[in-house]
T-cell receptor
Framework: EADIYQTPRYLVIGTGKKITLECSQTMGHDKMYWYQQDPGMELHLIHYSYGVNSTEKGDLSSESTVSRIRTEHFPLTLESARPSHTSQYLC????????????FGEGSRLTVL | GQQVMQIPQYQHVQEGEDFTTYCNSSTTLSNIQWYKQRPGGHPVFLIQLVKSGEVKKQKRLTFQFGEAKKNSSLHITATQTTDVGTYFCAGGTSYGKLTFGQGTILTVHP
């Protein structure tokens, strides 16, 4: 079982609020990712990090920002949430194994009213 | 940029019937991965294929990677209700980028 945790699992907030979605992994993985997924749809990469102090934007443009100050922690922040940000946000990490397996957290379902 | 297309988008089967989902990439891939996402859950890794023409089996699941390394398929024999979920392929490049397909939502009627 993967050791990657996301909080909160569910969040309902009003427009304009600042939110931070937390993601932590205890596997010592260098590579971490944030994906955005609407119900029944594909996963879109919005941010990734290959190690401490390394962050890059993904394929899908996002108004969110990320930071990687510690290996195990990769939080995602929205400074001013809007209804268009309503979605599920999935955090994932990858180690050095040849399988290339991505380990996903349970996800954070965000609803912006 | 790289695109990964997956068909069909939906598949409804009766329990016991077979199921296949197909994945096609616009570019040659370094590897292909498959994930399963149960309703309300998160994607779970199933397998990675890296060799041209590779075929791997996991019980009732058979995974294939095309000779040109641009397409792949997942076949489930004799589906069960526990197979319900969305199956995603993800194409990987040599520099580590992974692009997910749109997924196939499988419904199994008992």
């Amino acid at each position: 079982e993967a050791d990657i945790y996301q909080t909160p699992r569910y969040l309902v907030i009003g427009t304009g609020k600042k939110i931070t979605l937390e993601c932590s992994q205890t596997m010592g993985h260098d590579k971490m990712y944030w994906y955005q997924q609407d119900p029944g749809m594909e996963l879109h990469l919005i941010h990734y990090s290959y190690g401490v102090n390394s962050t890059e934007k993904g394929d899908l443009s996002s108004e969110s920002t990320v930071s990687r100050i510690r290996t195990e922690h990769f939080p995602l922040t929205l400074e001013s949430a809007r209804p268009s940000h309503t979605s599920q946000y999935l955090c994932a990490s990858k180690g050095q194994a040849n399988t290339g397996e991505l380990f996903f957290g349970e996800g954070s379902r965000l609803t912006v009213l | 940029g790289q695109q990964v297309m997956q068909i069909p988008q939906y598949q409804h089967v009766q329990e016991g019937e077979d199921f296949t989902t197909y994945c096609n990439s616009s570019t040659t891939l370094s590897n292909i991965q498959w994930y399963k996402q149960r309703p309300g859950g998160h994607p779970v890794f199933l397998i990675q294929l890296v060799k041209s023409g590779e075929v791997k089996k996991q019980k009732r699941l058979t995974f294939q990677f095309g000779e040109a390394k641009k397409n792949s398929s997942l076949h489930i024999t004799a589906t069960q209700t526990t197979d319900v979920g969305t199956y995603f392929c993800a194409g990987g490049t040599s520099y580590g980028k992974l692009t997910f397909g749109q997924g196939t939502i499988l419904t199994v009627h008992p």
